[in-house]
C-alpha cells in the first residue's frame, strides 16, 4: 500500500512541527498534569495522518466478523497516549527522518476495526484513565487476532 505524495507532504510538516516541540516536551514530560494537556492538544495531526488506508491495520475483532456489520476505526493505542512515545522517541532520536516516522505512526497510531457496541465499552472503560485501549480489550471480551503480532512488529 502506497501513500499519496501530498499526504507524504503532510507527514513531513508533522514531523517538522513536532521537532519543534520537542524542547517543550522534555520541559513538561515529568508533570503529569502538564503532559497530558499537552499530549492532548496535539494529537489532532495524528488523526489527520491516520485517516488514510495505510494507517488501517485490517485487523478486526472477533466481535465485528461475527455481527457481519460495518465496524468502526479504533486507535488500539489512544491518540493522546501515542503521542507521549512518538515523542519520546523523536527526544531520542531529533534527526528522525520521515520514513522511520511513517514507522511510528504505523505502529502506535494505526487503527483497527470494531463494533459500535465494542468502542462504546472500551471508550467507557479507559475515558479519563491511565488504561490503553488495548490493554483492556481482553477484561471486557474484544479478540483481536493479530494485534499483539502488528504492535511487536519492530
Do not use: A, W
Request: hydrophobic share 35%.
Amino acid at each position: 500500500m502506497k501513500i499519496s505524495e501530498k499526504k507524504i507532504i503532510q507527514i513531513e510538516e508533522t514531523l517538522k512541527d513536532f521537532k519543534y516541540l520537542i524542547p517543550r516536551f522534555k520541559e513538561i514530560k515529568d508533570n503529569p498534569i502538564l503532559l497530558k494537556m499537552f499530549c492532548s492538544r496535539n494529537r489532532n495531526p495524528l488523526y489527520d495522518i491516520t485517516g488514510i488506508s495505510y494507517f488501517k491495520t485490517g485487523l478486526v475483532s472477533e466481535g465485528l466478523i461475527k455481527s457481519g456489520g460495518k465496524g468502526v476505526d479504533d486507535h488500539y493505542i489512544q491518540r493522546t497516549f501515542s503521542m507521549k512515545i512518538i515523542f519520546n522517541l523523536l527526544c531520542e532520536n531529533p534527526n528522525m527522518g520521515v520514513d522511520e516516522f511513517i514507522l511510528l505512526i504505523k505502529k502506535y497510531s494505526s487503527t483497527i476495526s470494531i463494533t459500535k457496541d465494542e468502542h462504546k465499552k472500551i471508550t467507557l472503560l479507559t475515558r479519563n484513565t491511565n488504561e490503553i485501549n488495548y490493554h483492556v480489550y481482553d477484561k471486557i471480551g474484544i479478540l483481536v487476532p493479530g494485534l499483539l503480532e502488528h504492535i511487536n512488529f519492530k
